[in-house]
């Protein structure tokens, strides 16, 4: 069922959805339903996979020279879709980047996502690999993320690349785009970016999650401003409990977001990450009851493999 199905039929009432990373290569899937079985009792609607693009790594050649290795180390996307709907009969929604896929690439993990019967889909720019600054598509590839959900929703009315192709099968992808209530990090004012945001709804996403936050008040007024610019479309809360004291730094450093500071000032006080997990549990637990009240359809946690947090979250909410 798509994600605008599923909040029409919930009427009213706030879902519970989460999102997590397929495991580094080698390790076995078991991890990921060790992660997702305690959480199934909150009956998600569906369940987020993200995508991890290739990494550049340098390895000492032996003769003075480094030579270059394309890793990914976090493959797996779609089989671990594919294996959440068979397993847990749950929705699985596979991230899609413009970063290292062609127009030909997209298309061709469209198709096997269609063939799966997968057709809820995250379309994302993604970010520049580690090694580089910016952002650089493939040579025929997507620059933005709102040019990937135009190509996903001409197969959704049967237009393939190749326009010779007769009497071609429909997808029914629901697409769904990021936003960033803090204003993504590339952008030069928040104003610049919904505008930008409001492309992608004109293009065909029918829902937004946003990048996670840790005051409602940005949130809320994020909404506010989405809706003056003609923004109708559901904006799905992302939120992620502190669990460490190297978050303090390493949130705002990787997301781009600011931490409030009663959250700083409780997180310091603690005396390790025991006490701080605690303390992460209970600031989103409050902010996940003040988004419930105000009528959000879905609150959309980021697990990060880590499932016992959102757990006490849930329990707590749900
Ligand atoms: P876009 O919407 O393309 O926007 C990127 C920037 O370009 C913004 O600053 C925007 O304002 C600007 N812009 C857009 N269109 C134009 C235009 N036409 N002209 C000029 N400027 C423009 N990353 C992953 O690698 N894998 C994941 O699975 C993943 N999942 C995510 C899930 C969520 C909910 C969120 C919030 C982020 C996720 N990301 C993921 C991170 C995301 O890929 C990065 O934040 C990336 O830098 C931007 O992606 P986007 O889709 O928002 O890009």
């Known amino acids: 069922m798509k994600v605008t199905?599923?909040?029409?039929?919930?009427?009213?009432?706030?879902?519970?959805?989460?999102?997590?990373?397929p495991p580094l290569k080698g390790q076995h899937i078991q991890s990921i339903f060790d992660n997702i079985d305690p959480l199934m009792e909150f009956k998600p609607p569906f369940i987020d996979?993200?995508?991890?693009?290739?990494?550049?790594?340098?390895?000492?050649?032996?003769?003075?020279?480094?030579?270059?290795?394309?890793?990914?180390?976090?493959?797996?996307?779609?089989?671990?879709?594919?294996?959440?709907?068979?397993?847990?009969?749950?929705d699985a929604i596979p991230h899609i980047l413009c970063g290292g896929f062609?127009?030909?690439?997209?298309?061709n993990f469209l198709?096997?996502?269609?063939?799966?019967?997968?057709?809820?889909?995250?379309?994302?720019?993604?970010?520049?690999?580690?090694?580089?600054?910016?952002?650089?598509?493939?040579?025929?590839?997507?620059?933005?993320a709102s040019q990937l959900v135009a190509?996903?929703?001409?197969?959704?009315?049967?237009?393939y690349l190749d326009e010779e192709l007769q009497n071609s099968s429909k997808t029914n992808f629901c697409i769904g785009v990021a936003a960033y209530p803090e204003k993504h990090m590339e952008a030069p004012s928040l104003e610049s970016d919904i505008h930008f945001l409001?492309?992608?709804?004109?293009?065909?996403?029918?829902?937004?999650?946003?990048?996670?936050?840790?005051?409602?008040d940005k949130y809320f007024k994020f909404v506010k401003k989405?809706?003056?610019?003609?923004?109708?479309v559901p904006i799905i809360p992302g939120l992620k409990p502190i669990a460490t004291k190297k978050q303090l730094n390493l949130i705002p450093h990787r997301f781009h977001v600011d931490l409030p500071e009663d959250l700083i000032l409780e997180i310091i006080k603690c005396k390790n990450n025991e006490h701080i997990r605690q303390v992460g549990v209970e600031w989103c637990i409050e902010q996940s009851k003040e988004l419930q009240k105000s009528g959000i359809p879905i609150l959309h946690y980021y697990s990060m493999g880590?499932?016992?947090?959102?757990?006490?979250?849930?329990?707590?909410?749900?």
């Open 49 to 90: 996979v993200t995508y991890h693009r290739e990494e550049y790594t340098y390895k000492d050649a032996g003769n003075g020279l480094l030579k270059k290795q394309v890793v990914k180390k976090r493959p797996g996307t779609v089989g671990i879709c594919a294996a959440i709907q068979n397993k847990y009969g749950v």
């Open 5 to 21: 199905e599923h909040i029409k039929k919930a009427n009213g009432k706030t879902q519970f959805s989460f999102e997590i990373l």
């Open 198 to 216: 409001k492309e992608k709804i004109k293009k065909g996403a029918e829902y937004i999650v946003t990048q996670m936050f840790f005051d409602n």
């Open 226 to 232: 989405c809706r003056d610019a003609g923004i109708e």
């Open 306 to 318: 880590k499932s016992d947090n959102i757990k006490a979250i849930a329990s707590q909410v749900f």
């Open 102 to 107: 062609t127009k030909e690439d997209t298309e």
């Open 151 to 159: 190509q996903i929703q001409e197969l959704n009315k049967g237009n």
């Open 111 to 144: 198709i096997d996502l269609d063939f799966l019967g997968i057709n809820n889909v995250m379309a994302l720019r993604g970010d520049a690999v580690k090694t580089e600054t910016y952002f650089k598509p493939e040579k025929d590839g997507h620059t933005y």
